[in-house]
């Protein structure tokens, strides 16, 4: 009984932008994520809060305006229909060369001359939201997703900024523990959510970052302790078994299915998706030149059978032009050209290349008996050393 609530809690999770984490205890916790536009971070509020949206961080539309914001990132929002059914809204730049308009309810996305864009609009919390990344992808502005001890930092800029990510991480740190704080002691779990330290500054100091103490604390790099998992869909002889490992850790990851197999396979797609896991697409080699196509009419055909729109895709043949609001998957640690005869000896490869790594792990599997071996041997190790298995979502530099 507990299992499946676990696993339903997952699933809602996914559903509704929350992201969950598996500490090296076992514990469970919620992963806030702050906003920082140029130099300013932003109030943390639940309301205005980035939300992820199958592996997608998407914003308020509105944090791109200058009149909402106070920050000038050359872009400004026109409201065309917001009512409680139906959001319609445009985003500008500022000297009117370049515009999209999403169309929440019809979930649709064109730019000035009438094109059909990739890119969809989401609501919540009463709210439009877009997809940030997508967005700053078409006006020309930087978008990074930090990870910081006090959750992660969405940060757009528009090259007027003063400080690096690593410098502006090391300056907002007393603010972002402030509203980290506030904010975790504010939910209604809170008793299982263990707040950061009580900072010096003052609660009521100002957001801006200029404007915050001048000290370097040293900004501490990745060293492994985040790891997100994903799987190359084979012919789902070892599905249940891998769903099975990962519900047992309370894990979601990130499943990748071939483009010119959906039909075939819809019946998984809809085990993956409701077990609260994420689907992407994998375009074939050969059609890598082709991907945008390609994935257009994979989207179509899962929201046929499935009701729901991928955003992360894969290339089994290298590269390809993506349309925009696509997320393009790399990782660091692709297990499927690791030459291994069983489960142990891929564990083995695995295991030994997490431990080399530097930074944060994004491992690639096949799905196969091979990889549900390893995968469980893997869960085994990663729950009794200080690593977190967390949701594949957009690059986390």
């Not at 502005?141 to 528009?158: C, E, H, K, P």
């Not at 939910?187 to 200029?210: F, G, I, K, R, V």
């Not at 103490?213 to 891998?242: H, K, M, R």
């Not at 490869?349 to 792990?361: C, G, L, P, T």
């Amino acid at each position: 009984m507990i299992k499946r609530l676990l696993s339903a809690f997952c699933a809602a999770a996914l559903l509704f932008g929350m992201v969950y984490f598996v500490s090296a205890s076992g514990s469970v916790g919620v992963t806030v994520y702050q906003t920082a536009l140029n130099d300013l971070l932003i109030p943390l509020q639940a309301s205005t809060m980035p939300e992820s949206i199958g592996g997608v961080i998407y914003v308020p539309y509105t944090v791109f305006d200058r009149s909402s914001s106070s920050v000038d990132l050359g872009v400004y929002y026109q409201e065309i229909k917001i009512t409680s059914n139906a959001y319609t809204f445009s985003l500008n730049a500022q000297n009117n060369e370049k515009s999209i308009t999403f169309d929440v309810k019809m979930n649709t996305c064109k730019d000035k001359q009438g094109n059909d864009l990739s890119m969809r609009g989401a609501s919540r919390n009463g709210k439009a939201y877009v997809p940030a990344k997508a967005v700053c992808e078409y006006f020309g502005l930087q978008y990074a997703l930090l990870n910081s001890d006090y959750g992660y930092v969405v940060r757009i800029t528009n090259g007027k900024e003063t400080y690096d990510n690593s410098t502006f991480l090391a300056q907002a740190r007393p603010y972002m523990q402030t509203q980290y704080n506030s904010y975790t002691a504010s939910l209604p779990w809170n008793t299982t959510t263990t707040a950061a330290p009580a900072t010096t500054a003052p609660s009521s100091a100002p957001a801006q970052a200029s404007q915050q103490p001048t000290e370097s604390a040293p900004v501490q790099e990745e060293s492994g302790e985040n790891v997100t998992l994903a799987f190359l869909f084979g012919d789902g002889t070892a599905l249940e078994d891998i769903l099975g490992t990962l519900h047992n850790a309370n894990a979601c990851a990130l499943f990748l299915f071939r483009t010119d197999t959906l039909m075939e396979y819809a019946d998984q797609i809809r085990r993956v998706a409701g077990a609260g896991h994420i689907v992407g697409l994998a375009v074939p080699a050969g059609e890598a030149a082709n991907a945008a196509e390609v994935l257009r009419e994979g989207n179509e055909t899962l929201e046929k059978i499935a009701c729901l729109r991928a955003h992360t895709a894969y290339l089994s043949g290298g590269t390809g032009n993506l349309d925009s609001g696509w997320y393009l998957w790399t990782g660091n640690l692709n297990a499927t050209n690791i030459n291994a005869s069983t489960g142990l000896a891929l564990y083995q490869n695995i295991w030994q290349s997490i431990q080399q790594k530097k930074s944060a792990v994004s491992i690639l599997m096949n799905e196969n008996a091979r990889s549900a071996d390893a995968l469980e041997r893997l869960m085994n190790t990663l729950g009794s050393k200080e690593y977190q298995i967390v949701i594949p979502a957009e690059t986390v530099w």
